[in-house]
Every structure is written in structure tokens, then in C-alpha cells.
């Protein structure tokens, strides 16, 4: 077990991380379908393809929640959004001006960064953009992002310096590629953390001049078929630098599709935004050559508020005490013995859906999903009271059994009752600038 010696500022004193680097790279708006490995049709995805080939894809993995500021928070730090303060929208729009992900609140880079990692932070925020709440005070030693979407800044950041202004859409991933390669290169001989957060394929989507025109699926298709090609590069670099074997890489998305753009989440059905499946269940791929099968679809229910254990597990580090008391345990559970193959582990049986401006809304229990209230979820056209859907008869939640299984219904709604209650007594509020 990794030992980590600490001062009172946090600093490490003495620390040889044994676990492998990690990248984490998280797309914008990445629809389920979008991939050649998730089905789509007509967008050409070799180098994911690939990952997905020599790791483990997930298909029933879901964002945190289904909008850009609640997804990252559940990401970071292994909590419902909502027990971190957050009840609806994204920074800049319908959140309280001048509020933020509180900084006490332990992050996935902090926790990296005092096991000894090099830590990173390249492509988008979107937790807060005061400057308590800025990057580097979250444990991402090193940052070059945008504090918010692309539609909604032209600034791009460094600490607490405005590098860039405008910046030029079409190339922000060409951008956040190569910083990313000169942080693996710069670090090839210590450990490392890298977040990638990417800013494709959020709207405006508009492709890299090179990138234009290339894919048969339109600009949409161009602006995804650029993020794959530049993954390509950086997993060469990992090879040349020999890296690949020593290096844990994980792919998703933080919601479903945009509504109105090209992004496909078929088999399911609905968009960011809303609590059915199309707008939460997302690409999901993870690779450790030689630690990870390959070639494996993992069907079990898994969220990203998994990642966090998952990767702690993964890396041989340890949680910190929670700052608060609310706090006391995850709502993440590591996944990390399921992902080896031992479906002994610790498995998902449930998972709440969240709405990008009403907050809880299902309840999924294996595969069931229950809508409480089929207005609140627009879907009063299948019930005035509680729809239940079967995921797996139904991916597409056309039909409503809530009739033909009242017995579970009142069970689950019981449960979700509880769990409303439990968000209630143990959640803490957003930090706010006075």
C-alpha cells in the first residue's frame, strides 16, 4: 500500500507513487453513437476504435449529470452533484453569479497531486470562475482552459492570467493536444495525472481548417473525426516515449447530445439536458495494456461518479478525510475489480438521473428506470403519475409498465423518497464570493 507522508499546507514530503500515469479525456457533448465502436454509421474513429480494441468499453456508462458543471463536479470528486450545492444549470447560465465548486472539497487532482503525481489541467473548467475556485487551487499544478463553454468565452486561461482573447474555435483542439503531449513529454520520467477536457464537439461546432470537409458526416463529423486523429498522435507519443504499458487512459463524454446538432445516442433516446437515457449514457473506454483485458464490453451499470474510486483503486492511493462531515462517504464506488473481470466486485444495482434545470428526476434499479413524476420528465403523453421503463425490452423508453408492475413501483419509489431525503440531511452549499 502506498505510504504519503503530509505537512499542514499539504505539501508531500516523501512519496513514490507505484501506480500507473493517467489520462483522463473527457469529450463535450459526445453523443453514445458517435463512435465507430459505439455503431455510428458513417463517422471514422480508428484510434478510439482501437482503444476500445486493446481495453474495456463500457455501454451502460453515465455522465454525473446531464449538463457541463454538474458532470464535472460528480467527476472530480466522486459525489451527486446535488450534495455539492449544485440544483441546476451550468456556470454562466442559471447558476448564482459568483458561486463555484466549494475548494475544500477534495478533487480527484488534489488527491493525484499529493501522492506525488505531476498534475494537469488542459481544455475546459466550468467549475467556477472567480479565483478561489480556478484550477490550480484545485490541485491542477499545471492548467491552459477555458473557465467556461466555447459559446460562452473567448478568454483562454493560465492560472490566473487571460493568455488569449479571442481565440479561434476551430483550433482549440489542435491547442489542447499539443499542450497535452508537451505535459507527457515534459513528465515522461515522473508520474502523472493529465485531465483532458475537451472542448469538441460543443457548439458552435465549426472544424479545424485541416479537419474540413473530411468526414462523411458533415462539419460534426469532421470536428469528431479531428479529436480522434489528434488521440491517435498522443498514444504514439506514449509509445515513443515508452509510456503505453506504464499508462492508464480512460475516454468519455460528460452528457449526451446538444439538442439541434448532428449527435447520435441511438439506440436511446433523448438529449443533454433531460433524464432519459440518450441525455446521461455515454462512450466510455478505458486501456492499461497488460492490467486490463482486451477486447472487453462491459455491460454493468457503472457512473462517473465511479471514476474517482475507480482510479484511487487502480493507483494504489488513499481517499483523504472529507472536510466535511456531510461528506463522509461516495457516492462513487470503485469499479476497478469489475473492470479486471471479477464480477464479484463491488457491482452498480442503482443510479439517479439528474435534469439539467430540475435537478433528481429517475431512479434506475439494474434494469429498471422510474420516472416519479411523468410530467416533470415530459412525459405526461405515457402517464399522469410514475413511468417505469425496462432499458433492456425498451432502450428507446417508448413504454410505460408502470401498470403492469405496481409492486415495484411503490418500491422504488420508496427508495427514491429515501434517497431524496439522504441528499437533503447531507449536503453542503456552493462557495460564494460575498
Avoid at 31 to 56: K, S
Avoid at 324 to 339: E, I, K, R, T, Y
Avoid at 370 to 385: C, I, N, T, V
Amino acid at each position: 500500500m502506498l505510504t504519503v507522508f503530509f505537512v499542514a499546507s499539504n505539501h508531500v514530503l516523501s512519496v513514490e507513487p507505484s501506480g500507473p500515469n493517467v489520462i483522463l479525456i473527457m469529450a463535450d457533448d459526445l453523443g453514445y453513437q458517435d463512435l465507430g465502436c459505439y455503431g455510428h454509421p458513417a463517422i471514422r474513429t480508428p484510434h478510439l476504435d482501437q482503444l476500445a480494441a486493446q481495453g474495456v468499453r463500457m455501454t451502460d456508462f453515465h455522465s454525473g449529470a446531464t449538463v457541463c458543471t454538474p458532470s464535472r463536479m460528480a467527476l472530480l470528486t466522486g459525489y451527486y452533484p446535488y450534495r455539492l450545492g449544485w440544483r441546476r444549470g451550468v456556470i454562466g447560465h442559471l447558476m448564482e453569479p459568483a458561486t463555484g465548486l466549494d475548494p475544500n472539497i477534495q478533487t480527484m487532482g488534489e488527491i493525484f497531486a499529493s501522492a506525488g503525481y505531476a498534475t494537469g489541467l488542459i481544455g475546459k473548467w466550468h467549475l467556477g470562475d472567480e479565483a478561489p475556485f480556478r484550477p490550480h487551487r484545485q490541485g491542477f499544478g499545471e492548467n491552459h482552459y477555458l473557465n467556461k463553454s466555447n459559446n460562452q468565452t473567448k478568454q483562454v486561461w493560465q492560472g490566473d492570467q487571460v493568455v488569449e482573447e479571442p481565440f479561434d474555435n476551430r483550433l482549440l483542439t489542435e491547442r489542447w493536444f499539443e499542450r497535452a503531449e508537451a505535459f507527457v513529454t515534459r513528465h515522461a520520467e515522473k508520474k502523472f495525472f493529465l485531465y483532458l477536457p475537451l472542448t469538441a464537439p460543443h457548439f458552435p461546432v465549426e472544424p479545424h481548417p485541416g479537419f474540413d470537409g473530411r468526414s462523411a458526416f458533415g462539419a460534426y463529423g469532421d470536428v469528431v473525426e479531428e479529436v480522434d486523429e489528434r488521440f491517435g498522435q498522443l498514444m504514439l507519443l506514449l509509445k515513443r516515449l515508452n509510456l503505453s504499458e506504464h499508462t492508464l487512459v480512460w475516454f468519455l463524454s460528460d452528457n449526451g447530445p446538444q439538442p439541434g446538432e448532428a449527435a447520435r445516442s441511438h439506440p436511446y433516446r433523448g438529449l443533454k439536458w433531460d433524464a432519459l437515457e440518450g441525455g446521461t449514457r455515454v462512450p466510455s473506454i478505458v486501456s492499461w495494456p497488460d492490467r486490463l483485458p482486451s477486447g472487453r464490453t462491459l455491460k454493468t451499470l457503472m457512473a462517473a461518479i465511479d471514476v474517482l474510486p475507480t482510479l484511487v483503486e487502480a493507483c494504489h492511493l488513499t481517499l483523504p478525510s472529507p472536510s466535511f462531515p456531510a461528506l463522509s462517504s461516495l457516492d462513487g464506488v470503485s469499479q476497478w475489480s469489475v473492470m479486471t473481470g471479477d464480477l464479484s466486485g463491488p457491482l452498480r444495482h442503482e443510479l439517479l438521473y439528474w435534469h439539467g434545470q430540475k435537478g433528481l428526476q429517475a431512479l434506475r434499479q439494474g434494469r429498471w428506470k422510474l420516472f416519479p413524476k411523468a410530467m416533470d420528465a415530459g412525459l405526461e403523453s405515457l402517464s399522469q403519475g410514475a413511468v417505469l421503463f425496462d432499458l433492456e425490452q425498451d432502450p428507446g423508453e417508448e413504454k410505460n409498465l408502470a401498470l403492469s408492475h405496481p409492486a415495484r413501483v411503490a418500491a422504488m419509489l420508496e427508495r427514491y423518497h429515501q434517497y431524496e431525503a439522504d441528499l437533503e440531511s447531507r449536503a453542503i452549499g456552493l462557495r460564494k464570493l460575498p
